[in-house]
């Protein structure tokens, strides 16, 4: 169990580790714009499977069902609610999405879940904003922190 975790905490520092070296460049969508098609190859990868390793965790630990079976479904239903799409179609919709100015700050996790949101038919308007709102935040946050150095 406590391997699986730190696995996990690894596998999802690995993903999402493109977000704090984001503010060297201009923002998070300069970031991602400035991955070669590898590097979103890898962190498309990374999001899979820390998700995966999620829901088997999330699923296990909950003790409701011991049926195999019925476990799998369960496993399968949680992946593709956050990942169950082609990769090369989620990372299309999150370049998408990081043309618009308005959406530079916002964290490339947030981007992946609206973009999930958007390709699977769901209103994701309102989370945009808050996101976008989110990211400006963020941003005054560390420049205020960056000069205090």
């Known amino acids: 169990m406590v391997k699986k975790i730190i696995t996990l905490a690894f596998v999802l520092c690995l993903a999402l580790g493109a977000a704090a070296p ?19 190859d890898a962190f498309m990868i990374g999001f899979a499977h820390a998700t995966l390793m999620m829901c088997e965790e999330f699923n296990m630990a ?21 990942a169950g799409y082609n ?29 999930i949101m958007k390709l699977g038919g769901v209103k994701y308007d309102d989370v945009l904003e808050k996101s976008r709102k989110q990211g400006e935040a963020m941003k005054k946050s560390i420049e205020a922190e960056s000069k205090k150095k």
Do not use: H
Request: hydrophobic content about 30%.
């Open 22 to 40: 984001a503010f060297a460049q201009k923002s998070f969508g300069d970031k991602w714009n400035g991955f070669s098609d590898k590097e979103k």
């Open 62 to 82: 909950g003790g409701k069902t011991s049926d195999p079976t019925e476990l799998k479904k369960k496993i399968a239903q949680c992946f593709n609610g956050f």
């Open 87 to 115: 990769p090369s179609v989620i990372k299309d919709a999150m370049t998408e999405f990081y043309k618009d100015p308005k959406n530079a700050n916002i964290s490339m996790d947030q981007i992946y879940r609206i973009s």
